[in-house]
């Protein structure tokens, strides 16, 4: 799939169009089977942009193991795509959002109830792909959704509560984030005929990318960016605890301590500064930057199991995406 002569970024700009195409196709498909209102709901949220990450990953998963056939693996591309869909969906419903990539979201023109209907759908259209696999993959699939579901709970009765730790932290971040990079990279290496084993060192490659990934939304969120379709701050005002706030309440004593407890308690928009410059005193913005680093290093390592080839160049141009986000 992978285009030699152009560009890595091109290169992953033209599977990025392929799977698009491939989303395009099929929502226009159920609308043509009479899917009417849902469909073109989910379309509005499915087709809205976004970086394609997990089907990309996919993709070039399947390629560096050896896979010769784009198309093999291209139905569990979209899976992924279409589950991650869903849990975004379901994700803005819990947190009151009423934009997503630039576009208003589900539950603020239809309605909590068609929203939460509409996730639904999503997933079955995602597992209904999946299902076209062997049972191992199906069974990775339907394990990955349940971690997601653990998760969110997990995250849920953890809100603005400055008892979380990092462990707390990184379980919820394996089980909703990074756990789709994992199991879509284990999935896509048995598709093209990988052991078991060495399909699983994919899957570890993802998880890793995918803890960093989070690590750096974390730092986008209290940095700014504009890519993010949200505005700054937006998980400390939804009382979300993310890594750099875990590390600074660990690290501040005293009356430090209590103006961060109380700033994450009651945020308003005007502490933005101040809760900046405490987290610069603990040094959590640059703690969360090494970490990025360390888990990259090993998802890295990962591939070098891997012979040389122009996927796996692009699977590390992708490695090297995820750290410049937060530059």
Known sequence: MANIGLEASDQLEVMRLHVDAA??????????????????????????????????????????????????VMPLALAFELIHTATLVHDDINDEASMRRGVETI???????????????LFVQ?????????EKIVRLMAKCCADIAVAEFHQL???LNLATSPEDYLSIVRGKTAG?????????????????QQAAGLGRFGMELGVAFQLVDDLLDLRGDE????????????????????????????KERQRLADIIEDFDDNDFDELMRLLER??????????????LERAVLELDAFPDSQAKNLMLHVTNYVMDRHL
Request: aromatic share 4%; glycine share 14%; proline share 3%.
């Open 23 to 72: 989303l395009e196709a099929l929502v226009e498909e159920e609308l043509e089977n009479d899917a009417g209102q849902v469909a073109e709901l989910c379309a509005s949220m499915l087709l809205a942009g976004g970086k394609r990450l997990r089907p990309l990953l996919i993709l070039l998963a399947h390629e560096i193991a050896g896979g010769q056939d784009a198309d093999e």
């Open 107 to 121: 539950h603020s023109r239809a309605g909590l109830a068609k929203a939460v209907i509409a996730g639904d759908w």
């Open 126 to 134: 995602g597992f209904g792909l999946g299902g076209r696999y062997e």
């Open 157 to 159: 009765d953890h809100v």
């Open 180 to 196: 789709p990079f994992a199991s879509g990279c284990h999935a896509a290496g048995l598709v093209a005929g990988l052991s078991e």
């Open 227 to 254: 890519r993010m379709g949200k505005p700054r701050g937006a998980d400390v005002i939804e009382g979300k605890m993310t890594l750099p706030l875990i590390h600074a309440l660990t690290l501040s004593h005293g």
């Open 282 to 295: 603990s040094d959590s913005l640059s703690y969360a930057e090494i970490l990025v680093r360390t888990h």
